[in-house]
């Protein structure tokens, strides 16, 4: 007899820790440069040797990953992903600032040619802006 959709067991896939290290082994190489420098900047990163880095970043079955390498390599990947944040963040508040700057020159152009009462709505949508991208010790009570 053939189980209901709704009685079949789910179960919660996982990666076998060579596979893991795998990613973790191509994310710290990152994109750029040949096959021979990714692996050489991984190796570097993980203090590994070349060979051993090489059989990671291609997933050797033949490989066994111990717990200390892929601890490390987890340690090393969250800080890349930490800092690409920050980055991230940096640009999203420089376009948030040049987007302010933006609406208060909008408000200059509006009140210029008398549209005063919109011109202030924008000023005050510009200021309420302006405080919110402050950093918590900048900004006002």
Do not use: H, W
């Not at 992903?81 to 980055?87: E, H, L």
């Not at 408000?107 to 924008?122: N, T």
């Amino acid at each position: 007899m053939r189980e209901k959709s709704s009685e079949r067991r789910v179960s919660a896939i996982s990666l076998s820790p060579l596979a893991e290290m795998q990613g973790y082994v191509r994310t710290i190489a990152g994109d750029s440069g040949s096959i021979k420098e990714r692996i050489n900047r991984a190796a570097r990163e993980l203090k590994l040797g070349f060979s051993r880095t090489r059989d990671l970043y291609y997933g050797d079955a033949r490989c066994a990953v111990r717990a200390d390498e892929l601890a490390a390599g987890r340690a090393i990947a969250k800080r890349r992903a930490d800092r690409a944040a920050q980055r991230r963040d940096a640009v999203d508040d420089q376009t948030l600032a040049a987007l302010v700057d933006a609406l208060g020159e909008v408000a200059v152009a509006l009140q210029a040619r008398g549209y005063g009462e919109a011109a202030d709505q924008i000023g005050i949508a510009q200021a309420a802006t302006r405080r919110a991208l402050a950093p918590a010790d900048q900004r006002g009570a």
